[in-house]
């Protein structure tokens, strides 16, 4: 199965956070499973981490190379996701969100994240 991590369960998963859930957790470490991370999640932890915000335990360089360590796939924004975001309905307003989730659905892939209100978007969310 492909995996899109949110910016947030992404963190937890490199981290090693006890928020992770089990269920993301056993997920993620399934070997049947691809990981993918975008770049979107990166340029979102860079901001909150270079601006105190946000609770963002490390720098987006880290996260960038813990990433790739852990093996997951990076994802590029590209202009095709761009311009999917107008195609979604305001059920949340965060951009980041709502370029995750026009990636998660123009390439396609299940979104796991932790946000029960992006729920809204259909059937390739996963709310763990």
């Known amino acids: 199965m492909k995996l899109l991590l949110d910016t947030h369960v992404a963190l937890w998963a490199i981290t090693d956070d006890p928020k ?6 056993s997920l993620i470490m399934s070997a049947n499973n691809e990981i993918t991370v975008s770049a ?11 601006l105190g915000r946000g609770n963002m335990p ?7 190379g813990y990433f790739q360590e852990a093996g997951y796939r ?3 924004v590209t202009a095709e996701h761009a311009a999917y975001v107008e195609k979604l309905l ?4 965060d951009p980041f969100d709502r370029i995750l989730i026009a990636q998660a659905k123009c390439e ?10 992006l729920s809204g978007y259909g059937e390739l969310i996963m709310v763990i």
């Open 108 to 117: 396609p892939m299940i979104f796991i994240t932790h946000d029960a209100l």
């Open 20 to 25: 992770l859930p089990q269920l993301a957790l």
């Open 40 to 50: 979107a999640s990166i340029w979102e932890i860079s901001i909150k981490h270079s």
């Open 90 to 93: 305001p059920i949340h307003t």
């Open 74 to 76: 990076l994802l590029s």
């Open 58 to 64: 490390i720098s987006g360089d880290e996260a960038l």
